[in-house]
């Protein structure tokens, strides 16, 4: 690897040594404060030994009158050749008259918008966002946001850009519309972390979407259950098959019935209680649960006792039952998706168009269709707005409008 000449710096005036990685690694701290040795093969390159154990390359170089100092890494990261190899392409940076330190600011300040994204993907982490949610975003980002302006700085982004890339799925009404909204969050999370001052995507409408309107019928309801019923009775489907059919019994979000525990369960009462960190809303929610819904929690509860006594059995000492209704081996320690098995239950059951959350707007539906008031359908599904429950969730039962419109007028 060639090198442009450093003969031209000024250099400080050090106890200079020659680096070796023998030596590097024998480094020992100082009693106090810290300790800095330059490196006689390349100028300006020194190492820094805190009294701490930390050890870092620097690279010290004169610029514009200006004597400068900046970290290269960590020495125990980095080996001796490839310090060495760095602190050469600096100093050419040097005699070229650009700053390294400027340099790696304006990245650190102006970052790529595939660092951006990366970014806002450990902002949704931190969220607590479900690994559903996390997963199609990352798809979003990797599929069709990247390619278009992944290499392209987060300043350097104008609204033609996004346009360009919600154009190109004009085909795809709902992609599209998502794509535009994980951007919009994107650059949103650009402006408070002041990467930049506006926002791109302001202006660049979505697409028009048609209502989703879906719901289970009777028949289909019968078919999901039937087929719920058999894999409750194999081992490895149980858990899946529990969660789903507590889906429908109880209208709640996934994610929410995911994480609950068995604390949040009254059965004697019949009541879900749910902490505000477990909510959408960020607030308690409690409420009552249909019988179907108790019984198969406490069907759910001996099963697992039971596994915990037959386990405890095998290995002779006691083994307590997991808090979590619904535990895995997954980093949080519960169930987190189960879409694989909900797609083999829409085989089974022969549906089409079926999506997990349908259930949820089933749930809603019957109950308003029998002519539950909306505030106790409100309380049941936990929705704080009405509007949003009769606009998403209330869906049209057949039979419903000739029954509404028989004898209006005598």
């Known amino acids: 690897m060639q090198h442009p000449a450093t003969s031209s710096l000024t250099m400080p005036k050090d106890n200079k040594v020659n680096f070796t990685q023998r030596y590097i690694d024998a480094l020992k701290p100082p009693a106090e404060g810290e300790t800095l040795i330059m490196d006689s093969k390349v100028p300006g ?35 001796l050749e490839s310090a060495r190899d760095r602190a050469l392409e600096l100093l050419g940076d040097v005699q070229a008259e650009n700053d390294p330190i400027a340099q790696r600011n304006d990245w650190r300040n102006n970052p790529p918008v595939r660092q951006l994204g990366a970014e806002t993907i450990e902002h949704l982490k931190s969220l607590d966002r479900s690994a559903t949610y996390i997963e199609d975003s990352q798809r979003l980002l990797d599929r069709y946001i990247l390619p278009a302006i992944g290499d392209m700085r987060v300043r350097d982004v104008g609204a033609r850009d996004i346009e360009k890339i919600i154009h190109q799925l004009k085909g795809k009404t709902r992609t599209g519309n998502l794509v535009r909204s994980f951007l919009s969050r994107m650059f949103k999370l650009a402006r408070k972390w002041t990467y930049r001052m506006d926002d791109p995507t302001y202006g660049v409408e979505k697409f028009e979407e048609q209502a989703r309107e879906r719901f289970y019928s009777l028949a289909e309801l019968d ?41 949040m369960f009254d059965l004697e009462a019949g009541v879900w209680t749910k902490p505000s960190h477990h909510t959408k809303q960020k607030k308690v929610h409690s409420h009552k649960l249909a019988q179907e819904a108790i019984d198969l929690l406490k069907s759910i509860r001996s099963a697992a006792e039971a596994d915990a006594k037959g386990k405890a059995e095998k290995i002779g000492q006691p083994v307590e039952v997991s808090p979590f209704v619904f535990p895995s081996d997954s980093k949080g320690g519960h169930l987190t998706t189960i879409k694989k098995f909900w797609a083999e239950v829409c085989k ?63």
């Open 223 to 263: 078919k999901i259950r039937t087929v719920l019923g058999q894999k409750l009775t194999e081992t490895r489907f149980r858990q899946s098959a529990g969660a789903t059919l507590l889906l429908l019994y109880t209208g709640a979000r996934p994610r929410e019935l995911f994480k609950s525990t068995w604390e």
């Open 45 to 79: 390159l020194g190492i820094r030994v805190r009294y701490t154990g930390k050890v870092v390359y620097v690279l010290r170089y004169q610029l514009g009158g200006l004597h400068k100092k900046m970290t290269i890494g960590d020495a125990k990261l980095i080996k």
């Open 348 to 410: 089974l059951a022969e549906l089409t168009d079926a999506h997990l959350y349908d259930l949820r707007k089933t749930f809603a539906t019957l109950l308003l269709s029998r002519g539950v008031d909306i505030k106790t359908v409100m309380k049941l599904t936990g929705h704080t707005q009405a509007s949003t429950l009769l606009r998403h969730y209330a869906m049209v039962v057949g039979g419903a409008e000739e029954k509404a419109l028989e004898g209006l007028f005598g």
